[in-house]
């Protein structure tokens, strides 16, 4: 794909506008007259709900959606949505059950509600294991894959999208919070923006096979050419049952996984964690409706992608030594816009990658500073002490991305997988130990580390029992699928849905089988933490309702 030069200039016009915002955020908000850190770590009491509700998708929506969901698109179809619509119910839940206890009990990051819950030992061990998740899997997966998306986007080389995109988010993680969050805004309008214009040009093409113009004759098309692709629950029988299990994706696993990255993250709940509860909750119900029009921007382009191909329209564009790559399907559409429309794209994809970056490495920084250096190395340091290490300690992170990224063997056609694999092995167990914190006063210490350690036992038993033993028999219920070798598996949503009954099942036993120790400690829930306002409500319901008819299509058919 060909970058013009008016594709480079509307880009670097979107670089130059969001840097220029936050360095003005910066300095007009740097003034604080409360904590220094907490006002960097958390931008307290600063962030509106519209700049919560952009920041969290602007942290959550990077090349993994734009390339790896409308790959997903192209392949299985719509149905592949379930995640991002299962995320705007699930940000409803978050909202109404888990932030009044954060907010409650003062918890400013994942390891203190631990700590406050369940002791030193759970908490030092979660937070050392969430600083490797973080760099190790997410960090350097996002720069990685994201690089790889820019490159096959504008031909830049990897290593230079790499440092590129590195930079950019390092220079917007050291303003603190208040311009991540600020600057978000701008980036998801980007991404709003570019990624509809992307979408309708799409359309428009596959209504040009038909003769017509337009996308509303586009939509109309590929409903035509593409009927099947708009399935939203996946039969037994198609071939991508094992990834999206029928009905399981909308009662089983997937709210474990949702749950757990929504409710349990660092990484996302941080956005919300310095604002009072009311403002934190319109900026996590914002994020739901914005939620609802992932799909439209990150699926809707694959299947329109699919439609074009069967068509013969694309050529070879999606084929690599002569097999078929889904994942190609994006950067192929965007090397069909016309010049001017291609930068805004370049720069939607980028927003999303620098977004996400910014995101990690403020969270990386927040539970270094805040948990270890400040409650294990030096718990006298003073709040600019603090804040230095933290801009250190991103510093630091993104460094070892980069150098690691290129080794870990990750590309756009296996990223999604890589991440789930390391964050869907552990993601029941993590729920659990919340979960039985938050609402069950005798959850024990014992039982959480239990929880640390079982769930990923549990899930490592169950993903290596195809090789022990035939599961065929679990086929008739749906809990087992060929995987398209002759052996049967247990799909991976259902996986995590019976590790996470099995884990607090063995916490709720732990937890009466032995003494309450001194180190848990339970945490202040009150029933009237979980009243909602009428504004509040009307929007969730009002989320729950558009959902309902979206799925009520796949029941009427």
Known sequence: MKITTLDIVVFLFYFVVVAAYGFWVYRRKNASSGSASRDYFLAEGSLTWWAIGASLI???????????????????????????????????????????VYLKNHIYTMPQFLERRYGKGVAMTMA??????????????????????????????????????????????????????YTDVIQVVCLVIGGLVTTWLALDLVAGLAGKQGAIAGAGELLQRANGHFDMVLSRDHPSYMDLPG????????????????????????????????????????AAFLKLLMPIIVVLPGIAAYALDQSGALGSALR????????????????????????????????????????????????????????????????????WVGRLTVVAAMVIAVLIAPMLGIDKKGGFQYIQEYTGFVSPGILAMFLLGFFWKKATSAAAMFATVGGLVFSVILKFLPQMMDLSFLAPIGWAADNGSGVYEIPFIDRMFLVFFAVAAGMVLISLAGKRDGAAKALVVERRLFAVDRGFAVGSAAVCVLLAVIYARQAAA
């Open 247 to 286: 009905l399981s994706i909308l009662i089983g696993g997937v709210w474990i996984a949702n749950l757990n990255y929504w409710g349990c993250n660092q990484y996302i709940t941080q956005r919300a964690l310095g604002a009072d509860l009311p403002t934190a909750r319109k900026g996590l119900l914002f």
């Open 58 to 100: 602007a942290s959550n929506i990077s090349a993994e959606q734009f390339i790896g969901m409308s790959g997903s698109g192209f392949k299985i179809g719509m149905a592949i949505a379930v995640y991002e619509l299962m995320a705007a119910a699930t940000l409803i839940i978050v909202a109404i059950f888990f932030m009044p």
């Open 128 to 181: 050392l294991f969430w600083l490797g998740l973080y760099i190790v899997v997410n960090l350097t997966s996002i720069l990685y894959l994201g690089a790889l998306a820019i490159n096959s986007v504008s031909g830049i080389g990897v290593l230079p999208c790499m440092l590129f995109m590195a930079l950019m988010a390092t220079v917007i993680t050291l303003g603190g919070m208040k311009v991540i969050g």
């Open 320 to 387: 690599e030594g002569g097999e078929l790559n889904p994942d190609r399907a994006y950067p192929t559409l965007l090397a069909l816009l016309p010049s001017g429309l291609k930068g805004i794209a370049f720069a939607a994809l980028t927003a999303a990658v620098v977004a996400s970056l910014a995101g990690k490495a403020n969270s990386i920084a927040t539970i270094f500073t805040l948990d270890l250096y400040r409650g294990r190395i030096n718990p006298n340091a003073s709040e600019e002490r603090m804040v």
